[in-house]
């Protein structure tokens, strides 16, 4: 590929055998060595627009995108958009890593998101609302209903909006009312017939209640807020009503803690979330009819700028289009997935003696949702609540969701008499709220919890089971990359190390000390732990492929890329010839295909119907040419980090390293799959613009993962049947 004009020629010349080029060589590309975090974020909210376009894609699978999509834009505001806003308002003027001022950045967002929203706009009304009708799914207005329709809505009004709708007025006696935040509201003109007084009202759409009203026949849905506006004038009896419009306010959310409050975290956050409530409004969304005076009226009110104003064709917040997303209309959707039993866990699904007997012999890998999440993880965890020889359960919870079987699990074991600690992650961002409800019924259960460290995120994904046995007390834990939640474990893709290695799990019994006890990290053997030994170690194991050039090899499958320094040791391993495949899934600030900078590194991303969240870091294992044998030594990790500042620095993450020979080839099979697909997988130029890849051959690496899945149980059914090779057979 070419690379941008605006590229500085590179400041050295090329060699027959790459010679590692120098930081200063490579900062001497300065800011156009790197994409824009925020550029790159909105880069995937418009890969995910690309999905719903996808008229290959099943309709309501594309109406989840569009659901995704408007998710994703809420929390840009209210997070990244915020610490933007709030940057201008300090009166900070430094760049960021690729040159770009806070204000810059800004005005950058304005015109992606405009961009993206008209869109977003277009897809749903032009494409998905007609494809739907055709496949007898229709959102309906109240205008094109008959009476029947009207008669039904009018019943649903009454029973069910009407008692909990309350009209405000904005009249002198009446200041402008609170809008909260991500509220959906109805603005509202009314007139006094008898003095023809004017005013304004506001009315909250209850959030409550579904996005989209479902009529008898279960596939048509008609949007609440015309529901709402169709009656009015029962809201305010005797007066006229006029026009009236829909709109949304986006505050910061943004939780910020003051370092006096950090004595009492719980209390903390709890205070923290009040706040959220009343954040600064950022973001006005209304809809595209709003004549001009009320725009100018809600934005002043409301304190919002010019450029903080969207108009918006399609219904405001299709995050209510999950409601739709749950027909079941299996010919609209992918093919339901039954997660599998792994092989070796099969024979040990309810029995505890015989799940640690297997641990002992060999390490299971569990890879989500391929593999079941209840009969691996959640099973390992009941199992040792139940089992009377386990002494002590100890975990780490970032996300748990609102019905958990783990936490059930950790207080059965409390109960049982067995000594339990907890890491409740209280600032895990949007689920503070859930993990205080769970902390306290922990707690009250007398499991031992502990909200983490001050200053640090607990993001690891660790779980650690003490068990008495002959030749004394042994450890077996867990390590994935996806949180302990049950509802995401069967749509978010992840990985996961059950083991009974005692190196492995000496670490995590030493990283719990840590983490309850008032001590300083200890020297790990195995695991990886953030902030201390990570970035450290893979910048080490990064320069060990620059030092072998061509016979190096760097494969990473990551989340997020955005870490400065991380980016530039790539570079310079690229410079030294190591060819470097990334697939990351979404922010990437990493330029590809730059000569003399990365014209050996190449970036895909892939969006699947499962959610990509695994974190894969392969150095090495490459033979040197066909004669010489083994190249250097392959290091292999799964973990919960990504190669981002605040997983490097200001999280505790975990980093397991994978030494089977044959849990090592799953994962190959998992790279290997996922940069050879081609019918969800997007590349990134040296442009900075993400092309889709063009599908040759209708290859699906989600699609051959389930049916390597379906093929391991089969042989497993086999095995069970006839006898055989149980190793093979998980293989």
Not at 325 to 348: G, I, K, N
Not at 355 to 374: G, K
Request: with cysteine; aromatic share 6%.
């Amino acid at each position: 590929m070419t690379a941008d004009p605006d590229l500085m020629t590179p400041p050295w010349g090329s060699h027959e055998r790459p010679t590692p080029p120098t930081l200063q060589q490579i900062e001497a590309f300065g800011y156009q060595r790197f994409t824009n975090r925020e550029q790159s974020r909105l880069d995937f909210g418009a890969r995910l627009l690309d999905l719903a376009e996808d008229d290959s894609v099943p309709l309501l699978e594309r109406a989840k995108f569009m659901a995704i999509f408007s998710e994703l834009l809420d929390e840009f505001y209210q997070v990244r958009v915020a610490a933007l806003e709030d940057q201008v308002a300090a009166g900070v003027r430094t760049r960021s890593v690729d040159g770009l001022r806070p204000g810059e950045q800004l005005k950058m967002i304005r015109a992606r998101v405009e961009e993206l929203v008209r869109r977003q706009d277009a897809i749903f009304v032009e494409q998905i609302v007609p494809a739907l009708a055709d496949a007898g799914v229709r959102f309906s207005d109240w205008s094109s209903l008959d009476d029947d329709d009207r008669v039904h809505l009018v019943d649903v009004f009454q029973r069910q909006i009407f008692p909990v709708l309350t009209p405000l007025a904005v009249d002198p006696g009446h200041p402008f009312p609170y809008i909260s935040n991500l509220s959906l509201n109805l603005v509202v003109q009314v007139q006094d017939p008898s003095t023809g007084e004017r005013r304004i009202a506001r009315v909250k759409v209850p959030p409550v209640l579904p996005r989209f009203v479902v009529m008898p026949d279960g596939e048509r849905f008609v949007p609440l807020e015309q529901v709402i506006a169709a009656h009015l004038d029962t809201l305010f009896p005797g007066m006229s009503v006029g026009e009236h419009y829909a709109f949304r306010v986006t505050r910061n959310a943004d939780l910020v803690l003051e370092e006096d409050e950090a004595d009492d975290l719980l209390v903390a956050i709890e205070m923290e979330l009040r706040r959220r409530r009343f954040g600064r409004a950022l973001r006005l969304e209304v809809g595209a009819d709003m004549n001009d005076e009320l725009v100018e009226l809600l934005a002043t009110e409301l304190e919002v700028a010019a450029d903080g104003v969207f108009h918006v064709g399609a219904p405001l917040d299709l995050s209510g289009l999950w409601g739709v997303f749950a027909l079941d209309r299996p010919d609209l959707h992918v093919e339901t997935w039954t997660p599998m039993t792994p092989a070796r866990l099969a024979t040990a699904a309810h029995e505890p003696t015989e799940l640690f007997a297997q641990l002992r012999e060999r390490d299971v890998l569990v890879h989500h949702p391929y593999d079941s999440f209840a009969t691996s993880v959640e099973s390992f965890i009941a199992q040792a609540a139940e089992d009377p020889a386990v002494l002590g359960i100890k975990q780490t919870l970032y996300r748990t969701g609102g019905d958990s079987p783990i936490v059930a699990s950790l207080i059965r074991a409390a109960e049982n008499g067995k000594q339990v600690a907890a890491i409740v992650e209280l600032k895990a961002r949007f689920d503070e709220e859930a993990n205080i409800g769970w902390a306290r019924a922990l707690e009250e259960a007398g499991v031992h919890v502990v909200y983490g460290i001050v200053g640090l995120k607990t993001h690891s994904k660790t779980a650690l089971v003490l068990r008495r046995e002959e030749d004394g007390v042994r450890h077996y834990c867990h390590v994935g990359t996806g949180n302990y939640n049950s509802k995401t474990a069967r749509v978010y893709e992840d990985i996961g190390l059950l083991t009974a290695d005692e190196e492995i799990g000496s670490d995590v019994g030493e990283l719990f000390n840590y983490l309850t006890g008032f001590s300083r990290h200890a020297d790990y053997r195995q695991i990886l732990v953030s902030p201390v030994t990570v970035r450290k170690r893979v910048l080490a194991m990064i320069e060990e492929q620059t030092e072998a050039g061509p016979e190096g090899r760097i494969v990473l499958k990551l989340n997020g890329l955005t870490d400065a320094t991380m980016i530039d040791a790539l570079y310079r391993a690229s410079g030294a010839g190591v060819p470097i495949d990334l697939s990351v899934r979404g922010l990437c600030r990493l330029r590809p295909g730059i000569p003399e900078l990365s014209e050996n590194i190449g970036v895909r991303s892939l969006v699947g119907s499962f959610l990509e969240h695994s974190r894969i870091y392969r150095f090495g294992g490459m033979p040197k040419d066909p004669d010489a044998g083994p190249g250097l030594p392959l290091k292999l990790y799964i973990g919960s980090a990504d190669l981002m500042g605040r997983n490097l620095d200001r999280r505790v993450e975990v980093l397991v390293p994978i030494g089977d020979p044959e849990l090592q080839s799953r994962l190959f099979e998992v790279l290997d799959l996922v940069l050879a697909d081609e019918t969800n997988t997007w590349q990134l130029g040296s442009d900075r613009r993400w092309r889709r890849v063009e599908n040759v051959h209708g290859l699906s690496a989600q699609g051959r993962l389930k049916a390597l899945a379906i093929e391991r149980a089969r042989r497993r059914r086999e095995s069970d049947l006839f006898g055989g090779d149980e190793e093979r057979v998980d293989g």
